[in-house]
């Protein structure tokens, strides 16, 4: 996933560098005969780094959490820890587990989970750790937090990046 990432990173460049170049040139020619050339270089390594910027945020804060995601999957999510982070979004915005009972969650989630999450005073909840194994930090984790009403019903879900 990270080789296609960079593959359409280097691509969108080139389609995004060529044309600039042409136009900065044109422009720098217009406004200062005088630092034509410095003024040329400085567009050349600045145009790049901005775009790799630029890219480099749509790809990890757009492109890369759509390729990502994974609908849920009971078997999956109980067998395999490591693919866990790929449901946890699918879990909360489809509201899959709203209006079940704690039991039935468990059933469909899982028996490793924590009660009584941190952050969220008040309310009785139980919490499944979703670790992204191609994540930097060991530490940076996906919890996915279930709060339950008196009656053990799930009223509300939030996936929270720690």
Not at 49 to 62: A, P, Q
Not at 126 to 141: E, N, S, T
Request: positive net charge; glycine residues 4%.
């Amino acid at each position: 996933m990270v080789l296609i990432s960079i593959g359409i990173l280097i691509i969108l460049q080139i389609i995004l560098l060529i044309p600039s170049y042409f136009f900065y040139k044109k422009r720098i020619k217009k406004f200062s005969k005088s630092h034509y050339k410095a003024l040329s270089l400085i567009a050349v390594f600045v145009m790049p780094i901005i775009y790799t910027t630029i890219l480099s945020f749509l790809i990890i804060r757009v492109i890369d959490p759509i390729w990502r995601s994974k609908d849920f999957d009971s078997k999956l999510w109980i067998e395999n820890k490591n693919i866990r982070y790929r449901m946890v979004k699918k879990l909360e915005t489809k509201k899959l587990l709203i209006g079940k009972t704690k039991e039935e969650v468990i059933e469909l989630l899982g028996k490793d989970y924590n009660e009584n999450c941190a952050g969220w005073v008040g309310d009785k909840t139980i919490c499944y750790v979703a670790y992204d194994p191609d994540d930097l930090g060991i530490l940076d984790h996906y919890e996915f937090v279930i709060c339950l009403d008196s009656k053990n019903m799930v009223y509300k879900v939030s996936c929270e990046y720690i």
